[in-house]
């Protein structure tokens, strides 16, 4: 059975690769300690409940993306002769399912919590001798739990960009929202701080949506990248450029006529099929090697790419 060559990355996307990896380590360090601050200040608040379990499935992107990468390290075999490069696509997936799902459990328990007119309470906590109102110490406890994830979405995004890396761009999205987790668990206790009993659980609804509607998005993504969808851009989900700029490097080789081209992505990567009209038959297995290696210069991702020749107007 033929194996691939594993993929050498070139330098300069490797060393962001790199980057974006301890950015997750990063992500792993300082939401395990949000979600101890949270824990010790849980009190009955539905908000802080909605925000601490958030906060908990933040990691699972984080904990997926490691996992995918170590495994997208492994050169091919002869078990795994296409290499383990959908690793990160399967990790997207696993970390778009994960807040789905939880989202819409989190939505059903705090509606029924609204409907069965659930009044929470928020009592005194003794901080040095002194009594202080647990409220205080939540909101306090939520602000911290925000700062850290917004900085280091802000961070992932350009390499995400630069690597072409949609479960680290989905991990980067949702930290970057979690700004609204914080604020609207904020918004709740203060409400029952005032005598809002409701306030608290509509709040933790609004977290739940928004868990709910970034989990959708992402599924739908990653569910169209592990089905060959045509490759698409990494923030705004639109045709991707390159396959433009494979189908132009292909035509500039010299006695290609026309040409149609059929990419997927695998990761990071793109891979695939270019067909090619030529202008006759001389040279042919030279002449599709140069379409193969112009096509894979136009574009750092392309990897593996098969050339096929057709007939005269078989495009």
């Avoid at 909605?50 to 499935?57: G, Q």
């Avoid at 003794?126 to 202080?132: A, K, N, Q, R, V």
């Avoid at 406890?141 to 280091?152: E, G, K, T």
């Amino acid at each position: 059975m033929r194996v691939r060559e594993a993929y050498v990355w070139p330098e300069d996307k490797a060393r962001a690769r790199r980057r974006a990896i301890r950015l997750e380590w990063m992500t792993l360090a300082s939401m395990g300690s949000a979600i101890l601050v949270l824990y010790l200040v849980l009190g009955n608040s539905q908000a802080m409940k909605t925000a601490w379990v958030e906060d908990m499935l933040s990691v699972i992107p984080a904990i997926a993306y490691l996992v995918a990468v170590s495994r997208e390290k492994k050169p091919p075999s002869e078990s795994f002769p296409f290499g383990f490069y959908r690793a990160i696509s399967i990790a997207y997936l696993v970390g778009a399912t994960a807040m789905f799902l939880v989202g819409g459990y989190l939505l059903v328990d705090n509606a029924l919590t609204l409907v069965n007119q659930q009044h929470p309470t928020i009592g005194l906590m003794s901080i040095g001798g002194y009594d202080i109102w647990g409220g205080w110490l939540m909101m306090a406890a939520l602000l911290y739990s925000c700062i850290p994830p917004v900085i280091l979405g802000r961070m992932k995004t350009p390499i995400a960009r630069e690597i072409h890396d949609k479960p680290l761009n989905a991990d980067a999205s949702m930290q970057r929202a979690d700004w609204l987790t914080g604020f609207g668990a904020i918004i709740g206790i203060w409400g029952i701080g005032f005598g809002f009993w409701w306030a608290d659980a509509a709040a933790a609804i609004f977290i739940s949506l928004d868990v709910i509607y970034d989990g959708g998005k992402h599924v739908k993504r990653a569910m169209g990248d592990l089905a060959d969808r045509a490759p698409h851009t990494v923030n705004r989900d639109k045709r991707h450029p390159a396959l433009d700029a494979a189908k132009e490097a292909a035509v500039s080789v010299q006695g290609v006529k026309n040409v149609a081209v059929k990419f997927r992505e695998e990761g990071h990567l793109l891979t695939g099929t270019v067909y090619a009209e030529l202008e006759d038959e001389a040279d042919v297995i030279t002449r599709l090697d140069s379409i193969r290696d112009a096509v894979e210069e136009s574009d750092w991702r392309f990897y593996d790419i098969v050339v096929t020749p057709v007939r005269p107007g078989g495009l």
